[in-house]
């Protein structure tokens, strides 16, 4: 069975960075693509930052970009999404997902077969 265990998440000032980190279990970690989403009350699922399986290339949210990044240790299958400049905007449940095994990343939340709990963002002004 898959599971995927964020941590990381808290409340933090506006300006201060946070690391999230996603645990997977039960699946072939190198071989799939791994996501991070997020979504604010009242707001629909938001594409934050995606790596592939095979050569690490990074995607990004445009509301993100050049301030958060995403990393993956395949050894320890875990990824990760350092934040940096949080701003109140970035106040949400962020979620880790899985693509299925060898498939490219794709920013849509329906291709992903597998999903974590999340861990609640929150920032202040």
């Known amino acids: 069975q898959v599971h995927l265990v964020e941590t990381g998440g808290g409340s933090v000032q506006a300006g201060d960075s946070l690391r999230l980190s996603c645990l997977a279990s039960?699946?072939?970690?190198?071989?799939?693509?791994m996501a991070w989403f997020r979504q604010a009350p009242e707001k629909e699922r938001e594409f934050v930052a995606a790596?592939?399986?095979?050569?690490?290339?990074?995607y990004y949210g445009d509301s993100v970009k050049g301030r958060f990044t995403i990393s993956r240790d395949n050894p320890r299958s875990t990824v990760y999404l350092q934040m940096n400049n949080l701003q109140p905007g970035d106040t949400a449940v962020y979620f880790c997902?899985?693509?299925?095994?060898?498939?490219?990343?794709?920013?849509?939340?329906?291709?992903?077969?597998?999903w974590g709990q999340g861990t609640q963002v929150t920032v202040s002004s």
């Open positions: 790596i592939t399986w095979n050569d690490g290339t990074t």
């Open positions: 039960g699946l072939t970690f190198s071989y799939h693509a």
């Open positions: 997902a899985a693509l299925p095994i060898g498939d490219a990343v794709v920013i849509n939340p329906e291709g992903y077969d597998y």
